[in-house]
Structure formats: C-alpha cells, structure tokens
C-alpha cells in the first residue's frame, strides 16, 4: 500500500469543494440583500422626512435615525466586503479543485501490471555507472516486483510533491484572503 498523505488530504479537499458549489447560489441572493439595504435607506429616509415631532422628541428621533443609517452604512460595507472575499475564495478554492483534478489516482499504468510478475528486468542506465572491476555498466537486472515497486514510488513522489504544492498554494491564498478580511474590521 502507497503512503500518499498529501495526495488524500488533498483528495478530501476536492470532496468537499465539490460539496460547497451550491455556495454559488449566494451569488443570486446578492441582489436581494442589496434591495433589502436600499429599500431601509429608504424608510429611514422617509421616516426622517415624515416623522411628525419637534423639540427634544424629534431631536432624539432625528439621533436614532442617523445612528440606524451609520449603521446601515456599517453593514452593507461589511457585506459588500465579506461577499467580495467569499467569492474570491470560491474561486481560488474551484481552481485547487481543478488542479488536483488533474493529478492521476493511479500511480502506474495499467500495462506495466505484468512487470510485477517477471523474475527478471534488464533496466537500461547511462553509460559510467561503476561495474564490477571497474568496468562501465550500461544496464542493471532486478526482480519485477522491484521495478515495478520503484516505478510506483517514484510516481508516488512526484504526486505528493505536486500535492503539497496544490496544498500550499491552497492555504496561502486562504491566509492572505482572511487576513484581509480580519485587517479590514469586516468581521464582528
């Protein structure tokens, strides 16, 4: 059995994106949460205009009703802001998921399963390679078993390099995006 712990927290990673499309269906309900701003600027707005008191009473409504606009103001620039990073993480995770997508599940092809099988394999090598007496040996003989066990690692190791890579680029996009979003006071 390989030993891929790259490969598979990677492999889960794409499980769940797959999972989390259905965050796309944010994107339609924008619209909505932005006319539901709008449509309570506007009440705000015609309350002021229309509110009917004067002195300290309407003093104390005009105070209300500009704390409610700031606060209003507060809210759609922080969901203007989160939305913008919510979407960009959308994205840079779909691209991960696209790029892991790529990496084949199998390490060797199919064909070669008959290797496994031979007693012997003659593996060619570059001429230099110190033989016995000094002599140069242009090719090395193992088992089948062997060659086939050093094919698959090598394989292994270029996907879990590739992996870890996917990964760390993965995280770093994420970090930078909620420290971006932590900088900017949108959370609360």
Known sequence: MVHSPNYDRLM??????????????????????????????????HYREYQGFEGKTGDAIKMWLDKAKQSLEEWRTAYLAATLVEIEMRRVMQHAREEAELLSPVLVDSRLDTLRDMADVVIPVSQGVGGPLGFGVNALASTGAAAYDAIAAQANAEREQKSKEILHKLNDSIDRKSTRLNSSHITR
């Open 12 to 45: 889960r990673f794409v499980k769940f994106a797959k999972a989390n499309q259905s965050l796309a269906d944010l994107d339609s309900k924008h619209r909505t949460a932005m006319e539901a701003i709008r449509e309570a600027e506007e009440r705000i707005q």
